[in-house]
């Protein structure tokens, strides 16, 4: 990493981490925020993380999702953020699916992402934290020597559970869990 490059921040996987997870969300009413998202996220802010999401949205690929549609349910969460007070700072989506028109180096848990995030906000992605409901989220963590939480949420698999504690990587329930163990553990 260059000098430059020594901002953190936290980036934080969308559905199932921030709002609910409904499978392929296309209609902006379908919005709900987790509880303590908001909270969480404007904790973040305090200790000086901006929250960057980071998600793969599959949905676009797969024809199920339009653009439109995405843009709505994102200026949706970010109406909601804003009226508890949070904000997020950026946005990074993955609009691909290997399935359905091949594969891409943005999907995670490809980090090419978390690059673009690092080289747009002058990130140093070693001081970054991770958070997400799958491996996928958290692995980027390892790779470049952050620190992650593993969200257990409805659609965590078994799978994504065990890699995360094998990698010992904290599995916590909510965002909220997530930040306060990660802001409250030692660096």
Same mark, same amino acid.
């Given at each position: 990493m260059t000098e430059w490059r020594s901002r953190k921040a936290a980036m934080l996987d969308r559905d199932g981490t921030i709002i609910h997870d409904r499978i392929y969300t296309r209609d902006p009413d379908d919005v709900e925020l987790l509880p303590g998202a908001a909270e969480a996220i404007r904790r973040l802010a305090t200790a000086g993380y901006p929250a960057i999401v980071v998600t793969n949205q599959s949905g676009i690929a797969r024809g199920i999702i339009s653009l439109e549609q995405y843009h709505a349910v994102r200026q949706r969460l970010d109406a909601l953020l804003? &009226?508890?007070?949070?904000?997020?700072?950026?946005?990074?989506?993955?609009?691909h699916h290997p399935n359905f028109g091949g594969s891409c180096a943005c999907r995670k848990p490809s980090t090419e992402l978390y690059e673009r995030a690092a080289v747009i906000h002058e990130l140093d992605l070693s001081r970054c934290l991770y958070?997400?409901?799958? &491996?996928r989220d958290v692995t980027p963590a390892l790779t470049f020597g952050g620190r992650g939480a593993l969200v257990h949420s409805r659609t965590t698999t078994d799978d994504d559970v065990a890699r995360a504690d094998a990698e010992q990587v904290p599995i916590v329930s909510t965002l909220l869990d997530a930040v306060t163990r990660l802001l409250d553990a030692p660096s």
């Open positions: 804003a &009226a508890e007070g949070a904000v997020l700072a950026d946005t990074f989506t993955c609009p958070i997400g409901d799958r &491996a």
